[in-house]
């Protein structure tokens, strides 16, 4: 953990390691979860209740074909991060009125939680992050960053917080935080290097430059509180 002083406050840098996460199955039996990071946290990584979170950050395994848990209020991104892939099928009834494919790594999907979901697997079990946000509370975007090779790219992101998620390969991160930072815990942040897996989450980062080089992909979280 890096802590680093600036003007407007003090920019708190977590490396959350993904061999460290805990799987939780779930109640259907159709697949697992492991939590990232969420607001409010929980120590022991489980859910008191299906939404008692500001936001949620996941990757879940899923197994079988069957239908998604529902969330009043509460705006969802899916990323197929590994697997042939699945198809999610939005119902009215029993008429399907959209349907997002997932077909390829990396491939992203953006509903309602409260929306009525059945998945579809392709071909066999697939692995997906999951990005899950009470709109009524805070706003969530997520950016998919590509690694281009013998090229370092920069990116520019900002919010409350901000998280990275190394989906594949292995990326050198660089960060320029905002003015006033102290050069020491700037140094230090540069020197950080993710594996597949691996979350990178800064907390109070205001304007935030990132630099990335290796062979993977990065999805970047920034997430704005709305109320406090």
Not at 109 to 133: K, P
Not at 139 to 159: N, P, Q
Not at 193 to 210: N, S
Request: aromatic content about 4%; glycine content about 10%.
């Amino acid at each position: 953990m890096t802590v680093a002083h600036g003007a407007g406050g003090t920019a708190r840098v977590t490396l959350i390691r993904g061999a460290d996460l805990v799987a939780a199955p779930w109640k259907n039996g159709g697949g697992m979860t492991r939590e990232v990071a969420a607001f409010p946290s929980r120590s022991s990584g489980q859910r008191e209740a299906p939404g008692d979170f500001v936001w949620r950050v996941s990757v879940a395994e899923v197994a079988q074909a069957g239908p998604f848990s529902r969330f009043e209020g509460v705006d969802r991104t899916l990323v197929l991060l590994s697997g042939v892939g699945m198809l999610l099928d939005e119902l009215d009834d029993a008429e399907v009125v959209k349907s997002h494919a997932l077909k390829q790594p990396l491939d992203v999907a953006r509903f309602d939680g409260e929306a009525r979901i059945e998945a579809r697997l392709i071909d066999g079990a697939t692995r997906d992050f999951n990005l899950m946000v009470r709109r009524d509370l805070a706003l969530g975007v997520l950016d998919v960053w590509r690694c281009e090779a013998k090229r370092a790219a920069s990116h520019m992101i900002e919010g409350d917080v901000v998280l990275l998620y190394c989906a594949s390969g292995s990326v050198a991160l660089g960060l320029g935080l905002a003015s006033g930072v102290e050069a020491e815990a700037e140094k230090e942040a540069t020197q950080l290097q993710l594996e597949t897996g691996d979350t990178l989450r800064i907390d109070i980062p205001r304007a935030l430059t990132c630099t990335l080089e290796g062979t993977g992909a990065v999805l970047a979280i920034s997430i704005r509180y709305t109320r406090r």
